[in-house]
């Protein structure tokens, strides 16, 4: 089976809503559902499909159902809660008792009474099996097609409320969208990607080359930052950003050829299905993108490096009329160390590795002493010795009470309980100005999702000869003063 059998096929939008989401979530596009801290899930809202939920289309996560028409028509950020939806009878009547054919899971089915589903559950695959019988190769083949008639769609049951669980629902972004999609690869996360591109000087309205493309995550971020506008037609001449992919794996490429659409980045974002160490970077009938910015995510770069020179065969890929930039993004300093050495073979200048270490960090108020005892989040042992003295002598006055009440001495009974002392303390809370107490402390999280790998740098110089020289040294000649500079500039 190839990839694109299991992705959902669907009309490509007209504007990306990665460049141009709409102030609210809509039917047919992307919204990136935000389940839990590092839990994004990633769904095309739908009218119509319903898998045979009596509320239509629905998104079943750990926290809940949510009907797609309790999404469609939010504000994006907003939060939205679960709805009670009978998953359990989810599919019973999607099979045509009377043909014995399966209705399409996207085709609205009839919602079984509840109690009647219940009692005939544990019997589905019975009856299943009684209503299709296994049918031999031959007699599948020469069957003739019968005619599925279709239900009428019954109205949507409308979504009810349920008692716990929530999420929310955000625009899709390439953050979300790294963090959200279907990681077919090792992926490049945003911290890497962002400083990568902003190192590249990727502006709007450039080219750059992307090989492997795998899971998409860098492509999509890279068609961000070259986005400038669609192109509206042929005879469009203005120079519209571009993003030429790179993949040598046939089932990736298929899926993200259909995820680009599905996203409406069609027009920017050339999925190319080749092996770059051999066969290069042009375009179909050898056309060159010229590319201002090359990022490599390939187990060996410098394989690569040969069909990027300015002087490659049959024509070079790069912009002739600009200097070059690349990163190749690699895990090992044996790989960094191959590819510096090509990159400088082949001519390239300002070689520069980095490592990101991305890490977040967490700013919070460190509150310690006896006098948060019974809060939350707080480290209540007595954060001096004169609390801790303090606390002994409650102890010792505790304690003598105790025993001067046995005694029957009079006026035992004054020390404060533990409770007391506690209802005290919540009292006194709301008159405390938290926000400034206590140590102000940073910790760092340790799990954060990023692919460590060395990014190495270079940038190859516009091709310079004797003509180039002769031009520049007459539009700029070497006796100019400063103020005819100026004029000229
Ligand atoms: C780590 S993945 C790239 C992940 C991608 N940058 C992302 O952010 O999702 C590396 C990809 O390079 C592809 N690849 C390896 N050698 C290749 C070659 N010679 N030509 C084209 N693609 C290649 C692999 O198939 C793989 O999908």
């Known amino acids: ?204 309205g450039q080219t750059l080359i992307e090989a492997g493309a795998g899971s998409g995550s860098f492509t999509h971020a890279a068609a961000r930052a070259v986005y400038n506008g669609y192109p509206s037609d042929s005879s469009d001449t203005t120079s519209h950003g571009k993003v030429c992919s790179f993949e040598y794996h046939a089932p990736r490429v298929d899926t993200l050829r259909s995820e680009i659409s599905a996203h409406g980045l069609q027009p920017l974002v050339h999925v190319n299905h080749r092996d770059v160490y051999n066969d290069g970077f042009l375009l179909p009938s050898a056309v060159s993108p010229r590319a201002n910015a090359i990022f490599l995510d390939l187990p060996m770069p410098w394989l690569a490096l040969k069909h990027l020179s300015r002087s490659s065969s049959p024509t070079s890929p790069l912009d002739p009329n600009s200097a070059v930039n690349i990163c190749t993004f690699s895990p090992c300093i044996e790989q960094v160390t191959a590819t510096a050495s090509a990159l400088r073979k082949a001519g390239w200048t300002e070689i520069q590795t980095v490592e990101v270490q991305n890490r977040r960090l967490d700013v919070r108020r460190e509150r310690v002493g006896i006098k948060e005892e019974g809060l939350r989040g707080v480290n209540s042992n007595p954060a001096t010795v004169e609390e801790s003295l303090s606390r002994l002598r409650e102890v010792d006055a505790k304690l003598s009470e105790f025993h001067a009440g046995k005694a029957g001495v009079p006026g035992a009974g004054k020390v404060q309980s533990k409770a007391e002392r506690l209802e005290g303390i919540r009292a006194e809370l709301g008159g405390r100005k938290l926000f400034k107490e206590g140590r102000l402390v940073h910790r760092t999280e340790p799990e954060v999702k990023t692919h460590t790998s060395y990014l190495t740098f270079a940038v190859l110089p516009m091709a310079w000869g004797e003509a180039e020289e002769a031009e520049m040294e007459a539009r700029w000649p070497v006796d100019m003063t400063v103020s005819e500079v100026k004029v000229r500039a």
Not at 34 to 53: E, I, Q
Not at 75 to 98: C, E, L, M
Not at 101 to 112: G, K, V
């Open 1 to 204: 089976m190839s990839a694109m059998e299991g992705v959902e096929q669907q009309p490509a939008p007209v504007v990306s809503p990665f460049f141009h989401p709409p102030l609210t979530a809509q039917a047919d596009s992307l919204a990136i559902l935000h389940v839990k801290r590092d839990s994004l899930l990633p769904v095309t809202l739908r009218t119509t499909a319903n898998d045979g939920y009596a509320e239509g289309a629905v998104t079943n996560t750990r926290f809940g159902s949510y009907p797609h028409s309790t999404l469609i028509g939010v504000p994006w950020g907003s939060q939205v809660r679960a709805s009670k939806v009978d998953t359990g009878t989810r599919g019973r009547k999607t099979k045509n008792a009377k043909s014995g054919t399966a209705t399409p899971a996207s085709e609205p089915a009839e919602q079984p009474p509840q109690d009647e589903a219940a009692a005939d559950s544990k019997k589905r695959k019975a009856d299943d099996e009684q209503l299709q019988p296994p049918e031999s190769p031959t007699k599948k083949m020469k069957a003739a097609p019968e005619p599925t008639i279709k239900p009428p769609q019954p109205p949507l049951k409308a979504a009810v409320e349920a008692g716990s669980g929530f999420m929310h629902v955000l625009p899709p972004t390439p953050e979300s969208w790294t963090y959200s999609l279907d990681h077919r690869t090792q992926v490049v996360y945003t911290p890497d990607y962002s400083y990568i591109l902003q190192r590249m000087q990727v502006k709007p």
